[in-house]
């Protein structure tokens, strides 16, 4: 009787344990469902309004959800993900890990509003590699700019509509083209070509025949009235 017992009970304890999930595998979780709630290309749209504007129209725990996934996004573009340890230490003066927690959580500080730093925040993320070719100099910058106290609010305008134009893949060359060609023309000191309608070419050929043909009745003119005036005028003798 209590072998079947401890066998019902060693049942139980392997099928809660095949029930549960690894901590990991939550945390992977969480990450997904962010990823599925934003779109990379929605955030950095977002930011680019932000950047170019200085203010800010949705939700802060929404804006802030996202700037949190930009920030994790521009720190897995640098090498010290992937170094040891000590490298990481050596580098940054604390683990990848603890540097990004640290700066996340100072981002997450911020309930009421957004610091009133967010615009610079914002360039600093769309642009991260090009301005901040080290991870600990951007961590500094970041970090700059959470230290603040001061908030913003909610702007009451209109948001603005971002619109592209489109190019087909043929006008996109062919724009591409022309651009060479000029900077080409440019470089070489020679002037960009003018090109004309093909009304105006005809009305300057026109013109050129009328003149010309004025400059021939001329010519033919002088010749008669020439030998003429000669023939009229008076001699002295007579």
Not at 160 to 180: G, L, R
Request: aromatic share 6%.
């Amino acid at each position: 009787m209590e072998a079947a017992v401890n066998e019902n009970s060693e049942h139980l304890v392997d099928h809660d344990q095949d029930n549960m999930v690894p901590d990991s595998e939550v945390s992977n979780h969480e990450g997904s469902e962010l990823k599925h709630e934003f779109n990379v290309e929605e955030i950095r749209s977002v930011l680019e309004v932000i950047a170019s504007t200085g203010k800010f129209w949705h939700d802060w725990d929404k804006l802030k959800s996202m700037i949190s996934f930009q920030l994790k996004q521009v720190f897995s573009e640098y090498p010290e993900e992937n170094m040891l340890t000590e490298q990481q230490n050596a580098s940054l003066g604390e683990t990848y890990p603890e540097l990004l927690k640290r700066l996340d959580e100072a981002l997450l500080c911020f309930v009421e509003g957004p610091p009133f730093t967010l615009q610079r925040l914002c360039e600093i993320l769309l642009a991260a590699r090009s301005i901040y070719p080290n991870l600990s100099k951007l961590a500094l910058a970041l970090e700059k700019n959470l230290l603040v106290t001061s908030t913003l609010t909610p702007c009451a305008d209109p948001y603005p509509q971002t619109t592209q134009t489109t190019q087909t893949p043929v006008e996109s060359e062919k724009a591409s083209e022309e651009a060479q060609l000029h900077s080409n023309s440019v470089e070489n000191g020679a002037e960009p070509l003018h090109m004309v309608d093909g009304d105006e070419v005809m009305a300057e050929v026109e013109e050129a025949d009328i003149d010309d043909e004025m400059t021939i009745d001329m010519e033919a003119l002088e010749e008669i009235v020439g030998p003429s005036e000669k023939n009229a005028t008076p001699t002295e003798n007579s």
